[in-house]
């Protein structure tokens, strides 16, 4: 969060730090990126309370779960083995806490039953910041239709991760036959003796940035258009109001074939137009439905 903060001070000609839509909006008037601070696992977290608070403090206003793909002190994930069968007690109180403060609880890497729960607790809608269809690869990282609806029937949203690996079996099978393992399999991590310093890890995991995703061969990727009619099924589940791009950049995604970066990102839009999509319908997919998330969480609105 410290380096966070320093990145937008040295930087804020051109972004600055968003702690609601209205802060959005008057960020983007005036010519600037509009921040959001996100959480990507709740690793510190520990279900602490007043942690949290902390972290809201300093302009925290969305936080996930689960710790990745490992289960922490209060919510279990989709990737390893469950500790609660969902949310304990402590988890249950993060949830209430993070509605109390108007913070976007992001389920993406949490377990089914952690999902489930956490829908069915919350006072407010939920995201799932970069998921994908369980329907078309049935890995524990993607989610079945059941839990879409749920999460759609309280106004929430799903963004739709980018990598072949989530919707394309033929590149998931590629991968993972190249890599020994699926792409979300972490257990290695288990068998490790003693504790890494954050100074070790640094070393070990700064080499694999930027995470640009495996260099497939062409016939095995989807292009574009495949990736969009992925989006046109969740469409087809939970309607254009609660799908959202997700696309987990630089999280290790092999983009759709054609795409490097978030450069590329037109070619997306491309796509929709070739496929007919509405103006309306690109602009809520782009960010207008996760603009309406964000204001009702942050603003009550």
């Not at 399999?185 to 495996?214: H, N, Y």
């Not at 099924?233 to 978030?262: N, Q």
Request: proline content about 5%.
């Amino acid at each position: 969060m410290d380096l966070a903060l320093t990145q937008l001070d040295k930087n804020r000609d051109k972004i600055e730090l968003a702690k609601n839509a209205s802060d959005i909006a008057r960020i983007n008037k005036s010519g600037k990126i509009a921040a959001i601070f996100d959480l990507e696992g709740g690793f510190d977290l520990d279900g602490d309370l007043a942690v949290l608070r902390d972290l809201y403090r300093m302009g925290l206003r969305s936080a996930q779960l689960s710790a990745h793909n490992w289960a922490n002190n209060f919510a279990d994930s989709c990737c390893s083995p469950p500790k609660y069968k969902g949310l304990n007690d402590r988890g249950r109180e993060v949830v209430r806490e993070m509605n109390r403060l108007g913070m976007i609880i992001n389920v993406s890497h949490s377990s089914d039953e952690t999902l489930a729960q956490t829908v069915e607790l919350s006072s407010a809608p939920v995201m799932a910041t970069h998921h994908g269809l369980r329907a078309l690869n049935n890995i524990p990282r993607n989610m079945p239709e059941d839990l879409m609806r749920k999460i759609a029937a309280k106004g929430g949203v799903i963004g739709f991760q980018i990598g072949n690996e989530f919707h394309n079996v033929k590149a998931f099978n590629w991968r993972t036959q190249h890599a020994g393992k699926p792409f979300w399999d972490t257990s290695e991590i288990a068998g490790r003796k003693g504790q890494m310093t954050i100074e070790e890890i640094d070393r070990k995991v700064a080499p694999q940035f930027p995470m640009v995703g495996l260099n497939m061969p062409d016939d095995v990727l989807f292009g574009p258009e495949d990736w969009i009619a992925v989006v046109e099924k969740a469409i087809g589940i939970v309607g254009e109001d609660h799908v959202a791009l997700g696309s987990d950049f630089d999280g290790g995604p092999t983009p759709p074939r054609g795409m490097h970066d978030i450069s590329d990102l037109p070619m997306l839009t491309e796509a929709m137009l070739k496929r007919n999509w509405s103006e309306t319908r690109i602009r809520k997919f782009l960010g207008l439905n996760a603009l309406r998330v964000f204001r009702q969480v942050t603003e009550g609105k």
